[in-house]
């Protein structure tokens, strides 16, 4: 296992800022007064395909070597992994090949096929999944990208860290939604040699918390079936990112799906961004444990936007 | 009818820079290939009360001399202008009050109470406001503060364009929302001396078109109780106004309510913002009329960000 190191993540933004964007940080008066701490939220959401994860794909698809890119990359997600790697092997001209469970959201498949990925369906199982994933690999000899379990990817995350301490001169302390821990990696791998006196914070939904118990418990502990509104937030850790976990991460705080509901909502209302529920977990965690956030200066990671606004949270409910 | 300057609106900056944002201009690739053209989107409701009305209510505040401002300020209005005006009274620390139809949104009402404005209710009717507002400033002294028809407002909402020229290295057009006139008029008046060459679009919804029928006819036609979706662009152009629209405007289109929420919702999905049904009138009438904007470098005006969240336009539809 080849641990990502800080000159990794230096080479990655190197390699992927002529293909990113350098997201804003926003603030809100409002946000401030509520939680009793000064909030800096970097919109991850404001990326071309919408979600922090088009750093650790961009890394992986540009430092690939011309015969490895001749045969593109490969993954299996239904998520932000699948069409952040869908519009950088896009940018670079390569193939990408998809493997999603059918049953997955028809607006997701669409986004993938936008930018030009070629989607395999599997049945919604493991080993249906694995099956497919395999076959795929087999033909093309595309590189397999992991979402999170993956050096490159995790180097990748790491940038988004750089430019927060950048553009916020000083944090006290970040807080990043948790799911299988590729962010969080990220930014522990820089916080530790750019920012050491900044606690890195993880924050996940009560209803998918393995993290939050592997955190308590010393080992890995996976869910079964999670199930929560944070949807880009139910797969477990790794052991890539359980090492940047239990070694950096500072605390884990949970938060219920009604919590997470109202914090999006705030965050809608107040700051003005689309974002998902999975990226409102950071202040739902905030607004429920703020005496160890008052007085700091905070930094959130707003992870993503692709939400399908024909079905938000709040409606019919 | 004094006509604001250039001069103004430079004054106008440096007395406001302290009180506003600078607002970040957005592009989306997705919708530069939908268009054709290439868009920048200045995001005014990025402003922290959420609306470009902060800077023409903060040049009318901040300019007043100290035996005004102890009296304050006055305006009548349920939209924008109302929570801007008092959130820059608040900022300068003096009296605000508004005169609102008691049939005003609750949420409307709620945050001009946050920004301390003091809130007299009227009936729904011209005749009540008038005379509601006439009792109030007859009692208070506050300087009358109008949304639109005040050269101070409109050398406020001219800074908004300064910035956009100094953000994106030359606009072939830029295309504002017309309600009253003000951020249109304060567009004119400083692209006209700062970049003549940059046209000058306005934006109106088909069901509100009265500036559209007034530029057409060569004076003011107020329009009989318009009904739109779009309701920030509700009200008819004044004399000062209509001076700016009649001498610097180039076109005005329109757009029907399904278009506006069309283009309301590509900005939701694929910038990742969230803003008004009044703020994606200019999408609406680009996508309408591909040709005229086709190759272009085109400047939009996101003009404001404070929706119910709860009832958005496509929600039970």
Redo the contacts between chains.
Sequence with gaps: MYIPTYEDMLAAHERIQPHIRRT?V?T???LNELTGAELFFKCE??Q?P?AFKVRGASNAVFGLDEAQAAKGVATHSSGNHASCLSYAAMLRGIPCNVVMPRTAPQAKKDTVRRYGGRITECEPSTSSREESFAKVQAETGGDFVHPYNDHRVIAGQGTCAKEFVEQTDGLDMVVAPIGGGGMISGTCLTLSTLAPETQVIAAEPEQADDAYRSFKAGYIIADDAPKTIADGLLVPLKELTWHFVSNHVSAIYTASDAEIIDAM?LI??H?????EPSSAVPLATILKNKDAFAGKRVGLIVTG?NVD??K?P??NS
Tied chains: 1, 2.
Excluded: H
């Design positions: 804003p926003r809100s008066a409002y959401n404001f071309e919408g909502k809608w209302k700051l003005r961004i689309v974002m936007g606004l024909d938000l709040w409606m």
